[in-house]
């Protein structure tokens, strides 16, 4: 889905989130317009400044009417839309899918370098995810290090792809891309090289700074030390729009 | 004079982890004083006591399940503990323990006891348990009622939900800790 551009003759529609009632411009998603109330959503691929992705599904909610859940990120608000956030369904499975992502790769967050600053493990602190039901599958992932700033740990990729889409979007670099399927998908630099050998990658760091685990981090950090700086991202991202 | 009410029992144990978090069980301090009022340590490596009693309050365990005997010790304590508890992060997820689960056993006793030993190395068989792969987390074996994830959890945590349940209350355990807290 494209970026919502900003119109001059936008209309407002109203629509009642949790027995609240909100108007809110018609080009919004509903991610939007509950950031803007104070609604907390859970999410882990969306990010100010970034094109939708919609491929974590931690934001879904649920709309009157409907019978499958939506994703909060990736549906325009309409006019008496009826939504809610926080049903036991949607805790249910908000729970179920942090845990499948513990259980998937090797998060160990007491000797991990994002520990204390990890979006995952705030969600999964926030989602009352205390143990994880299923057992973990415990395959190993490659690390590169060959880079020689920047450190990939595949262990702790969750593929959100925001590496993907800031490197792209932002920087116009496109130094990463996606490949495989199922367990063995993985990030990848220019055609599944070392980071370190990439001819594309501009150094900028932009895809450590958004990434929203222990993936991508700086070479040199270890447990706890690694913390992120996400605030250039709507101010380039509005510089970018403007031009 | 009046009967004091029967105090509560509670037992624990030191699986596969560091000790960490029954050191951080000491911390309580002077709390312990509060908390020796309301229940009995009757088996624990912080007491004498040889042999876990047939039937137990609440049990705690630290670390994971990475050898025979941690897997024995975690049954036992299931069998007798009306509520079993698991204690950090070992316990609740494997960390670091469970680390090893990424290469061979023989792989893993050669670098313990060969490679990095200049005297006599050799690998231990005789008087300890026999490791068992994968290392599980304790609900990976039996069932726990009340997850305390940390590392080692913090002695404010540990006595915020040690309250609840000795209360009889549903600890919100999140509200308190996480993993790799
Ligand atoms: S990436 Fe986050 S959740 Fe995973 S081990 Fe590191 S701190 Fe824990
Ligand atoms: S490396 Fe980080 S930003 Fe990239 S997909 Fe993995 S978790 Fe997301
Ligand atoms: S949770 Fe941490 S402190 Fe506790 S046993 Fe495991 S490593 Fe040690
Ligand atoms: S935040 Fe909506 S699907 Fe990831």
């Given at each position: 889905?494209?970026?919502p551009?900003?119109q001059?003759t936008?209309r407002?529609?109203?629509?009642?989130?949790d027995d609240?009632?909100?108007s809110a411009?018609?080009?919004?998603?509903?991610?939007e317009?509950?950031r803007?109330?104070q609604i907390?959503?859970?999410?882990l691929?969306?990010?100010?400044?970034?094109?939708?992705w919609?491929g974590?599904?931690l934001?879904m909610?649920?709309?009157?009417?409907q019978?499958?859940?939506?994703?909060?990120?990736s549906?325009?608000?309409?006019?008496g839309?009826?939504?809610?956030t926080?049903t036991e369904r949607l805790r249910?499975?908000r729970?179920t899918?942090?845990?499948l992502?513990?259980a998937e790769?090797?998060h160990?967050?007491?000797?991990?370098?994002s520990n204390?600053?990890?979006e995952?493990?705030?969600?999964?602190?926030?989602?009352?995810?205390?143990?994880v039901?299923?057992p973990?599958?415990?395959?190993?992932?490659?690390?590169?290090?060959?880079h020689?700033?920047f450190?990939?740990?595949?262990?702790?990729?969750?593929?959100?792809?925001?590496?993907?889409?800031?490197?792209d979007?932002?920087?116009?670099?496109h130094?990463w891309?996606?490949?495989g399927?199922?367990?063995d998908c993985?990030?990848?630099t220019d055609?599944?090289?070392?980071?370190g050998?990439s001819?594309?990658?501009?150094?900028?760091?932009?895809c450590v700074?958004v990434?929203?685990t222990g993936?991508?981090?700086k070479q040199g950090?270890s447990?706890?030390?690694?913390v992120?700086?996400?605030?250039?991202?709507p101010i380039?991202?509005r510089?970018?729009?403007a031009? | 004079?009046?009967t004091?009410?029967?105090k509560?029992?509670?037992?624990t144990a030191w699986?596969?982890?560091?000790?960490?978090?029954h050191m951080?069980?000491?911390?309580?301090d002077?709390r312990?004083?509060?908390l020796?009022?309301?229940?009995?340590?009757?088996?624990?490596?912080?007491?004498d006591?040889?042999?876990l009693p047939?039937?137990?309050d609440v049990g705690?365990l630290?670390?994971s399940?990475s050898?025979e005997?941690d897997?024995?010790?975690?049954?036992l304590?299931?069998?007798?503990?009306?509520?079993?508890i698991?204690?950090g992060?070992?316990?609740?997820?494997?960390n670091v323990p469970?680390m090893?689960?990424?290469?061979k056993?023989?792989?893993?006793l050669?670098?313990?006891?060969r490679e990095?030993v200049t005297?006599?190395?050799q690998?231990?068989t005789?008087?300890?348990?026999?490791?068992?792969?994968?290392v599980?987390?304790?609900?990976?074996?039996?069932?726990?009622?009340v997850?305390i994830p940390?590392?080692?959890?913090?002695?404010?945590t540990i006595?915020?939900?040690l309250?609840d349940v000795?209360a009889?209350?549903?600890?919100d355990?999140?509200?308190?800790?996480r993993f790799?807290?």
């Amino acid at each position: 889905m494209p970026r919502p551009t900003p119109q001059s003759t936008v209309r407002v529609v109203t629509l009642r989130i949790d027995d609240r009632d909100l108007s809110a411009r018609e080009d919004e998603t509903l991610i939007e317009v509950c950031r803007e109330h104070q609604i907390p959503i859970p999410s882990l691929c969306q990010l100010d400044g970034l094109s939708v992705w919609g491929g974590c599904r931690l934001c879904m909610v649920e709309i009157a009417g409907q019978g499958r859940l939506v994703a909060a990120c990736s549906t325009r608000v309409a006019e008496g839309m009826v939504v809610q956030t926080d049903t036991e369904r949607l805790r249910h499975y908000r729970r179920t899918i942090v845990e499948l992502l513990f259980a998937e790769r090797n998060h160990v967050c007491a000797v991990c370098v994002s520990n204390g600053h990890c979006e995952l493990q705030t969600l999964a602190q926030r989602c009352g995810v205390d143990h994880v039901r299923l057992p973990y599958r415990q395959v190993p992932y490659p690390v590169d290090s060959s880079h020689e700033m920047f450190r990939l740990d595949h262990n702790r990729c969750i593929l959100c792809t925001r590496c993907v889409r800031v490197c792209d979007e932002i920087e116009g670099a496109h130094t990463w891309d996606i490949m495989g399927r199922g367990s063995d998908c993985r990030v990848i630099t220019d055609l599944a090289r070392p980071w370190g050998e990439s001819d594309t990658c501009t150094r900028c760091g932009k895809c450590v700074q958004v990434c929203p685990t222990g993936a991508l981090v700086k070479q040199g950090t270890s447990a706890g030390e690694m913390v992120k700086d996400q605030h250039f991202l709507p101010i380039l991202a509005r510089r970018r729009q403007a031009r | 004079m009046s009967t004091p009410a029967p105090k509560l029992t509670v037992a624990t144990a030191w699986l596969d982890g560091c000790s960490g978090c029954h050191m951080s069980f000491l911390d309580l301090d002077e709390r312990l004083m509060t908390l020796v009022e309301q229940v009995e340590i009757v088996y624990s490596p912080l007491v004498d006591a040889k042999t876990l009693p047939a039937q137990v309050d609440v049990g705690i365990l630290e670390g994971s399940i990475s050898s025979e005997d941690d897997l024995e010790k975690a049954r036992l304590f299931r069998e007798r503990c009306a509520v079993l508890i698991s204690l950090g992060d070992c316990a609740v997820t494997g960390n670091v323990p469970a680390m090893r689960n990424h290469f061979k056993l023989s792989e893993v006793l050669d670098r313990a006891y060969r490679e990095n030993v200049t005297l006599q190395p050799q690998i231990p068989t005789r008087a300890v348990p026999a490791l068992l792969t994968p290392v599980k987390p304790v609900h990976g074996v039996v069932a726990v009622d009340v997850f305390i994830p940390g590392c080692p959890p913090s002695a404010e945590t540990i006595w915020s939900i040690l309250s609840d349940v000795i209360a009889g209350r549903v600890p919100d355990v999140s509200a308190v800790t996480r993993f790799g807290a």
